[in-house]
């Protein structure tokens, strides 16, 4: 499909001047060229045009955010009022303020669309431009496309937000219960995982569609949310002979993965030491993921074996910690520290990603995380470049400012899609709710079985020492992206009032409601339960999850 097609149709029509206007930025390449040849003026006044489309589309993108945020600050202070005046607290106004912030929710949706489009666009024209006139706009124009950069509006913070206040009025003002932290210093634990890819086309719909059913997952709500606290770095270690690799794409009986881990800027003070084993000997064959926490200060001091996994331990009993933790965690470092001696272990790969995760506080039983901004960056040494000391567990030259433009394209590999992980401790009984189930079946998703960060990265840098490959790498150059063949997300009726599945959000709770008296009537052992969104619903047949694989 050309892209001025493409445009026209997926234009949000009340913001139809807004978008660039494409056609005649294209006119104007046409038609001077078969006037005349392109001059210097040509390009002067095609700059100027480009700049004052750019100009627009950003001023838009910018007013709009803006205006999101008044709506999300007057809806947070209505809300403050009826929390503080029981006689607003009623069932309408709950609902009124939450149809509200369904409004904003949308809103959001179609300027995360509009904003992604506008950039294809000037991108498809900048290719136009150089490919019909010879000359290398697209690489001179960065600096302007930097300076507005269409690319990097972030809308997470705006959705933390509608999320926070969304659970709110599904609880009516009352406190969720469970700590959101809870379950951070896990040492080990199973879950059944499912991994999918996004296509950017559909990222913000998929983070709305899962926020209506489970809130976003603030670890510490003592601070104000920032988009740094969404980023995620990891350290992967291998050897010369990507052991770890082959035996983690091989299943082999306790392979592992060793990563170092921390959550938001460089400077974190706490880093995680975490390990993943395939089907685990001393867990009776479990696949099972464990970890433990070291001040960053101790991390180097851990890799070279200056400090032991006993000394970790005593220093965690001097603390207080429980007896089982303390021998956990003890087990888990001085396994790791056997690997680094036995298998000669390096620093290999960082992957980098900014992290949304869907999850009730201190409720690990359904778990949903939104991984975007995937980057793979090379820590290596052994083409001969120093990209770190010896002594050093990660280059210092890296932080966390996506889309780290100032590495060289041979340092870094940007992965094209978003990557969505359900997890589910089925161990305990845990089924996918009839949502989750509809959402992987949809067009929005691409599954993608055994998908691995790692295995990507290391396979993208060290195609060449590696005797087997990921099963998925043909599915890149594909189009994962598929027609709507059902009304299942988020569209707007022709009033362009929101419609989620198709229906008014006060029809789906009717709907709900009906289909649980239902259930109730033909079954009285039925049981009503209230889900994660706060809608009435009817316990459900049991359902096979999808994916059973545990890593």
Sequence with gaps: MKFAVQLQNDMFAPWRLSYINYDVLKTELKARQLDHGWTEQDEKDFIHLLENELQKVYDFVGAKLAEVEARISYCERTLQTFMNNPSWSSEQNWNIMDDALTEVLFDVNDLAKFTRLNYIGFQKILKKHDKWTGLHLQQDFIPQLRAKPLDKQRFD??????????????????PRTGNAAAGGDQNAFERATAKYWIHPDNVTEVKSIIMLHLPVLIFNKEKKYEASDSAISSVYYDNEDFDLYTGRLQRDEGAEAIRFRWYGRMDSPSIFIERKTHHAAWLNGASVKDRFRLDMDDVSK??????????????????????????????????????????????????????TAFQLPGD????????????????????????RKEDEWRRPDVGIDHPFSQLDDKEICRFPYAVLETKLQTHLGQQPPEWLTK???????????????????????????????????????IDIRKPRATNFGLTRSKSFKPLIDGQYRRAMEAEERRLNDVAKANDPSETTTTGASGLRRSAQKKQKPRQEDKQ
């Excluded at 913070?157 to 009352?174: F, P, T």
Aim: aromatic share 10%; glycine share 4%.
């Design 157 to 174: 913070v705006a959705i933390v937000y509608i999320s926070s206040l969304h659970d709110l009025c599904r609880l009516q003002g009352k």
């Design 302 to 355: 851990f890799v070279k074996g200056e400090l032991t996994a006993e000394e970790i331990t005593d220093r965690l009993r001097q603390k207080g910690l429980d007896e089982q933790i303390c021998r956990d965690t003890e087990f888990i470092a001085r396994g790791i520290q056997t690997s680094f001696k036995e298998k000669h272990l390096k620093p290999i790969l960082r992957a980098f990603y900014n992290r």
């Design 364 to 387: 690990q039983r359904v778990r949903v995380s939104l991984d975007t901004d995937l980057c793979f960056i090379r820590e290596d040494n052994t083409d001969g470049k120093v990209r």
């Design 439 to 477: 959402l992987v079946d949809s067009h929005l998703v691409h599954e993608v079985p055994r998908f691995s960060k790692y295995l990507h990265g290391a396979c993208y840098f060290f195609r060449d020492s590696m005797p087997l490959l990921p099963w998925w790498l043909p599915e890149m150059d």
